[in-house]
């Protein structure tokens, strides 16, 4: 996700045709009204129904009567009357069911949907149970379910036309770390038990993606129950691959024909309109024996997945005068973490011994794969220390992974090393983040790094690049590699529409916040959909924790995607056209 970039060059072309900025509605609610009625909401006694928070708002705004009068009279909405209407139905929403979605979201984090390389997700029992929980959901809600062979769940919010709208996010999530996850107070978490503190609700996919399914579910169930037409069935897809290359959504493409027009409540807002391809380039070190004389490396770990930059990377040292070397690594960490902390930011190195083994951690900044910026990647600080300790290492397949991380990727994450950064002024830099570090049963070592392309180059082009640095610098350090290598294209699209208007004005009206169309580093689905673009739940201006050690989601940010997610259903549900 989700890098947001505000410049707009010839890429949207027919966006400035229509217009960047939602139009002024100079008749419609906006942020200080309904904060003025959320406050009185929640400063008073609540209203038991929607009908009863429509009598609080129109006493509040008399000009909202006609509107009122209209929706009770079940005649037909449009203009500011439906926007009015809709917007309120949304912020009631947002303060009746809080709780419930709430709830509703632990009850998904409690479900460990990270894939199980020993079965496929489609057979996976928990993948089935995430199913069974939005079946039931679904029925609850008065709202049409279908199970696509456990790929795609289906959740629809009935129209009465033909046309339909689609709405597309995930079950899955990425594996955890469980040593990573916990507060800064020492308190320790199960990433699969969400725990709210503050404001901040933590478990693995709160906000990635199992917040917005819970949200935008109540807004169905809302929409459902307030009465209110809608002219274009309004479908939910719920993928179940995401994370590991949409395999799932494959097979639903080759099965369901999918609706003209998408959204992907994955990424961020206001709305985003280009994504870079998503890449994961492995270099596999086949094992080597070393006698034990010398001081090995014979173990390192770091991320439970490519797309994300983990909190730790460690290493185990075994052979030689292990006392010796504890000496050096000790008197070296000091100049070290001087020397480069200034360049990326603060970490720390923790180095213990362990009878015959020496064992070294390296504590960064978890981060999102496509946010390099945000973080603080351990894995080549770690490799660098080893490198630059003045410990003699043996020259075994562990020693070439740290070599070649540091040769071709550093602690910089925008190609410097490797010779091949390049930018496109929308969507940003080219990133390489080296994220993951594994050993295999054959004892063989593979680097994971996370690659994130924009616009500039064709996947094949830079796949023969990479390449081919790659082996240049094997055949100079008289490695042995094996490279396997899956780039992903970007995507860049000019809806150019009134859909794209609606949910512009949606969000700007909703937070008093600037809303044009950006760019973003995630890789979502929308490449997978026709006319698809992202809407949600990234807030622009902070730290998108998706991935990363302590995943949470803010309960402010979950009350907006409830208010705007209603409003959506209801104004997109009820467009003339969509172009």
């Given amino acids: 996700m989700l890098q947001f970039r505000f410049s707009l060059p010839a890429l949207t072309m027919g966006l400035?045709?229509?217009?960047?900025t939602a139009p002024a509605f100079s008749e419609t609610l906006k942020k200080p009204a309904l904060d003025q009625l959320a406050a009185a909401w929640q400063g008073g006694k609540p209203a038991s129904s929607f009908n009863a928070f429509l009598a609080q708002a129109e006493k509040a705004n008399p000009e909202l009567k006609p509107a009122v009068a209209a929706y009770r009279k079940k005649a037909p909405l449009a203009g500011d009357d439906l926007t009015n209407i809709a917007r309120l139905l949304g912020l009631y929403n947002r303060l009746h069911n809080q709780k419930a979605v709430i709830a509703s979201l632990g009850a998904m984090v409690a479900l460990p949907t990270a894939r199980n390389v020993q079965i496929p997700p489609h057979e996976n029992p928990t993948i089935i149970d995430f199913g069974k929980l939005v079946e039931k959901m679904a029925r609850d809600f008065g709202l049409a379910y279908r199970n696509v062979d456990n790929r795609i769940f289906e959740v629809s919010l009935k129209g009465k036309g033909t046309e339909e709208f689609g709405i597309l996010t995930h079950s899955d999530v990425v594996p955890a770390v469980l040593s990573e996850w916990v507060l800064d107070d020492g308190t320790r978490l199960d990433p699969f038990t969400m725990v709210r503190v503050g404001d901040r609700l933590y478990g693995r996919g709160t906000i990635d993606d199992k917040g917005s399914i819970a949200a935008v579910l109540y807004a169905m169930k809302t929409v459902k129950e307030s009465g209110l037409p809608i002219q274009r069935t309004m479908r939910l897809m719920i993928e179940t691959t995401e994370e590991t290359g949409g395999d799932a959504m494959e097979y639903y493409r080759g099965k369901v024909p999918?609706?003209?027009?998408?959204?992907?409540?994955?990424?961020?807002?206001?709305?985003?309109?280009?994504?870079?391809?998503?890449?994961?380039?492995?270099?596999?070190?086949?094992?080597?024996?070393?006698?034990g004389a010398v001081t090995a490396i014979t173990d390192m770990g770091a991320a439970a997945a490519v797309n994300a930059i983990s909190q730790t990377a460690t290493a185990t040292l075994k052979g030689g005068d292990l006392a010796a070397v504890l000496a050096?690594?000790?008197?070296?960490?000091?100049?070290?973490?001087?020397?480069?902390?200034?360049?990326?930011?603060k970490f720390a190195i923790a180095i213990t011994r362990d009878g015959d083994s020496i064992a070294i951690k390296v504590t960064g900044t978890s981060a999102h794969g496509s946010e390099p910026q945000n973080?603080?990647?351990?894995?080549?600080?770690?490799?660098?220390?080893?490198?630059?300790?003045?410990?003699?290492?043996?020259?075994?397949?562990?020693?070439?992974?740290?070599?070649?991380?540091?040769?071709?990727?550093?602690?910089?994450?925008?190609?410097e090393k490797i010779g091949l950064g390049y930018r496109d002024d929308f969507m940003g830099q080219l990133t390489f983040s080296p994220n993951l570090i594994r050993t295999g049963a054959d004892g063989r070592v593979v680097v994971a790094v996370n690659t994130r392309m924009p616009r500039g180059r064709t996947p094949?082009?830079?796949?023969?690049?990479?390449?081919?640095?790659i082996n240049d610098w094997a055949a100079a350090n008289k490695?042995?590699?094996?490279?396997?290598?899956d780039q992903g294209n970007w995507m860049a699209r000019d809806p150019s529409g009134q859909w794209l208007t609606t949910l512009l004005n949606i969000y700007g009206d909703t937070t008093g916040l600037e809303a044009k169309p950006v760019s973003a580093a995630g890789a979502t689905t929308a490449k997978q959909m026709p006319n698809a673009?992202?809407?949600?739940?990234?807030?622009?201006?902070?730290?998108?924790?998706?991935?990363?050690?302590?995943?949470?989601?803010e309960v402010p940010d979950l009350d907006a995607d409830l208010q705007m997610f209603t409003e959506m259903l209801v104004r997109i549900g009820n467009l003339q056209q969509m172009q």
């Avoid at 400035?16 to 960047?20: E, N, P, Q, S």
């Avoid at 490695?479 to 290598?485: D, L, N, P």
């Fill in 16 to 20: 400035m045709a229509v217009g960047l």
């Fill in 375 to 415: 973080g603080v990647n351990p894995l080549p600080r770690l490799g660098l220390f080893l490198l630059e300790s003045g410990v003699a290492l043996a020259d075994n397949q562990f020693l070439k992974a740290v070599k070649y991380v540091d040769a071709l990727y550093g602690t910089g994450y925008l190609g």
């Fill in 479 to 485: 490695a042995t590699v094996e490279i396997k290598y």
């Fill in 328 to 345: 050096k690594l000790e008197a070296a960490k000091p100049a070290f973490l001087q020397k480069y902390e200034p360049q990326g930011g």
């Fill in 460 to 469: 094949e082009e830079l796949k023969t690049q990479v390449t081919a640095k």
């Fill in 258 to 291: 999918l609706p003209a027009y998408n959204i992907v409540l994955d990424s961020g807002y206001p709305a985003v309109v280009a994504e870079k391809g998503a890449g994961s380039l492995s270099v596999f070190f086949p094992a080597e024996k070393t006698d």
């Fill in 533 to 553: 673009i992202s809407f949600g739940p990234g807030m622009p201006g902070k730290k998108y924790t998706g991935h990363n050690a302590k995943e949470y989601k």
